[in-house]
């Protein structure tokens, strides 16, 4: 268990245990780099906070739990093992859900680039309070994809077996493999295009306004 009431010297801080560890206090400042890792279950009940220019890097061979909102211009996630939920006001988050499986939830403020995502057969549910640009190495062997984009674009780079998307702006989505499409709904009238490596089954409408394009 790490309890730090406080820190009078501001910089980057780096904890790691072999088996389980419990952040319970940790004080942070702008811009440091702060890094958590354990061998087995990863608990951070306080916030981290290293806005706007700090990195969180957190790592667990077990679950891993953040108990607060991160808030940072990126956050790293090395390893979790089971499913993870994460509150986030960050610019950029990469991810690597080890568990078979495992779910990903994700409540984002502001805009977001994920630049890594990877699983093994788990769904994910991402909430974003701004535009959202998945790319890079992506999304491995996800199940369903749900994305809700509430004040902007959506560009991603998929591979997964079901999408549903709903974005204030237009709707971008590449896709490896085959995929079925059960909501696609650009609320603002934004073009919608998706491309897929393999079949393609539009399972319900494409909501797309005016002179908007749909392919």
């Not at 680039?113 to 959202?132: C, F, K, Y």
């Not at 890079?136 to 749900?146: D, E, F, K, P, Q």
């Amino acid at each position: 268990v790490l309890i730090i009431p406080s820190r009078p010297v501001t910089g980057d801080v780096s904890y790691r245990a072999s088996g389980n560890l419990s952040v319970v206090q940790l004080p942070t400042n702008d811009g440091e780099d702060i890094s958590l890792r354990a061998g087995a279950s990863l608990v951070v009940v306080s916030e981290l906070d290293v806005d706007p220019t700090g990195t969180v890097t957190v790592s667990a061979g077990q679950s891993l739990t953040l108990g607060g909102t991160v808030r940072a211009a990126s956050l790293v996630v090395e390893q979790a093992g089971d499913d993870l939920s994460l509150t986030t006001a960050v610019s950029t988050l990469s991810v690597n859900l080890l568990g078979a499986g495992s779910d990903f939830t994700l409540q984002q403020a502001g805009n977001l680039r994920i630049s890594s995502l990877a699983m093994q057969g788990g769904n994910i549910s991402i909430e974003v309070d701004g535009a959202l640009t998945i790319g890079g190495t992506t999304v491995a062997s996800a199940g369903r994809v749900s994305l809700s984009v509430l004040q902007g674009s959506v560009t991603a780079t998929l591979r997964a077996t079901d999408l549903d998307v709903n974005a204030r702006g237009a709707i971008t989505i590449n896709e490896f493999d085959a995929l079925n499409i059960s909501l696609l709904d650009s609320d603002s009238g934004g073009s919608v295009s998706v491309t897929a490596g393999g079949a393609l089954l539009v399972d319900a409408a494409v909501h797309a306004v005016g002179a908007s394009t749909v392919s």
